[in-house]
Nanobody, 118 residues
């Protein structure tokens, strides 16, 4: 059974940092491109970053380039999102999922809340 468990969110001041983790089970992340998404209050869910099966990375939001880093540990079946120089606009619930939904389909984990506020 596919499962995604996101963690690492919290309340931080602007300029702070967080490291999000997403532990996958029921499938091997090394076989899929994996993405982080976020959903800000009152907005649609949006792509943030993707890591390919060849460990290539793509940042879908210009606003996170240079501040966020996506990575993975295939031995731990875990995807990470290192977030630095956080801004209030980064506030939202962050989710991970395989990029095209080939294995997770309509399933989403519970997400992890990130709040950036002074």
């Amino acid at each position: 059974q596919v499962q995604l468990v996101e963690s690492g969110g919290g309340l931080v001041h602007p300029g702070g940092s967080l490291r999000l983790s997403c532990v996958a089970s029921g499938f091997a992340i090394r076989e899929y491109a994996m993405s982080w998404y976020r959903q800000a209050p009152g907005k649609e869910r949006e792509f943030v970053a993707t890591i390919t099966t060849a460990d290539g990375t793509k940042y879908d939001l210009d606003s996170v380039k240079g501040r966020f880093t996506i990575s993975r540990d295939v031995a731990k079946n875990t995807v990470y999102l290192e977030m630095n120089t956080l801004k209030p606009d980064d506030t939202g619930v962050y989710y991970c999922k395989d990029r095209w939904g080939r294995i997770t389909h309509d399933y989403w984990g519970q997400g992890t809340q990130v709040t950036v506020s002074s």
